[in-house]
Antibody, heavy 113, light 110 residues
Framework: EVQLLESGGGLVQPGGSLRLSCAAS????????MSWVRQAPGKGLEWVST????????YDADSVKGRFTISRDNSKNTLYLQMNSLRVEDTAVYYC??????WGQGTLVTVSS | QAGLTQPPSVSKGLRQTATLTCTGN????????AAWLQQHQGHPPKLLSN???NRPSGISERLSASRSGNTASLTITGLQPEDEADYYC???????????FGGGTKLTVL
């Protein structure tokens, strides 16, 4: 059974940093690109970042470019999202996804003073 | 980043048929196909149909997906109360090098 378990969310002040993790199991993690997708309260889904299977290529939405960094450790079957210079508008539930097949339960990031 | 276009809401009666649409362009839906996701309040999205219009195991045969040009469609027959949810389409955009989503359609079963 495929499982994606996010962690690392929480409350952070504007300008602060947070690192999200996603532990994957039930499939050969190193064979697949992985993504982060977020959903602001009451809003739709927004793609954030994608990383290739090897980690050699990354793709970011314009809204997070230069502030967020996606990475992975295939030896640990874990996906990461380093979020810096956080803004109030980054407040959302962040989902780890093997697009579009499997999704984690999400972790809530709240950016507020 | 430009997204896909979905009607904000659709309302249909119990046991009726609903068709949801998703319009993109030749860089995303027209070229890559679109996946359909269902999301109930407070839950993560769930795949209903992949970009090749195939249903994953366990997804009801009442659902079927198709595409014509730059528009993808999801048809749900024999509507049930549990079909009431938000529905999103998604596609890889080869021009943007990123995933794009529709704004979502809220399906109400009357």
């Amino acid at each position: 059974e495929v499982q994606l378990l996010e962690s690392g969310g929480g409350l952070v002040q504007p300008g602060g940093s947070l690192r999200l993790s996603c532990a994957a199991s039930g499939f050969t993690f190193s064979n697949y690109a992985m993504s982060w997708v977020r959903q602001a309260p009451g809003k739709g889904l927004e793609w954030v970042s994608t990383i290739s299977d090897s980690g050699g290529r990354t793709y970011d939405a314009d809204s997070v470019k230069g502030r967020f960094t996606i990475s992975r450790d295939n030896s640990k079957n874990t996906l990461y999202l380093q979020m810096n210079s956080l803004r109030v508008e980054d407040t959302a539930v962040y989902y780890c996804a093997k697009m579009t097949d499997y999704w984690g339960q999400g972790t809530l990031v709240t950016v507020s003073s | 980043q430009a997204g896909l276009t979905q009607p904000p809401s659709v309302s249909k009666g119990l046991r009726q048929t609903a068709t949801l649409t998703c319009t993109g362009n030749s860089n995303n839906v027209g070229n890559q196909g679109a996946a359909w996701l269902q999301q109930h309040q407070g839950h993560p999205p769930k795949l209903l149909s992949n970009r090749n219009n195939n249903r994953p195991s366990g997804i009801s045969e009442r659902l079927s997906a198709s595409r014509s040009g730059n528009t993808a469609s999801l048809t749900i027959t024999g509507l049930q109360p549990e079909d009431e949810a938000d529905y999103y389409c998604s596609a890889w955009d080869s021009s943007l090098s990123g995933w794009v989503f529709g704004g979502g359609t809220k399906l109400t079963v009357l």
